[in-house]
Nanobody
């Protein structure tokens, strides 16, 4: 069973920085392959939204509201992605979820982490 373990959330003042990590485990290296991984966030009373994704080849897709402030990166050897968040704003406050698309011979499945809280105080 594929599992995603997130870490790095917390409380920070506006203008500060945090780095989130997400490590994938529990998949069969021979039979399964992780393709796109990414970060999504959900603020209270709002729908979950995409923050940034990165393909296995390193192609990134970043939401306009965080461009220039957030950077997504990936270490394929460790099956881990990172989200470096700089110049944080109170509106970045949300639960951040890691997502991974895992492909086998017959299907592609989407997996989610349990989420990590990011709170930015003004």
């Amino acid at each position: 069973q594929v599992q995603l373990a997130e870490s790095g959330g917390g409380l920070v003042q506006a203008g500060g920085s945090l780095r989130l990590s997400c490590a994938a485990s529990g998949f069969a290296f021979i039979l399964q392959r992780i393709s796109t991984m990414g970060w999504y966030r959900q603020a209270p009373g709002k729908q979950r939204e995409l923050v940034a994704t990165i393909s296995s080849g390193g192609t990134t897709n970043i939401q306009d509201s965080v461009k220039g402030r957030f950077t997504i990166s990936r270490d394929n050897a460790k099956n881990t992605i990172y989200l470096q968040m700089n110049s944080l704003k109170p509106e970045d406050t949300a639960v951040y979820f890691c997502n991974a698309l895992v492909s086998s011979l017959s299907e592609t499945r989407s997996y989610w982490g349990q989420g990590t809280q990011v709170t930015v105080s003004s």
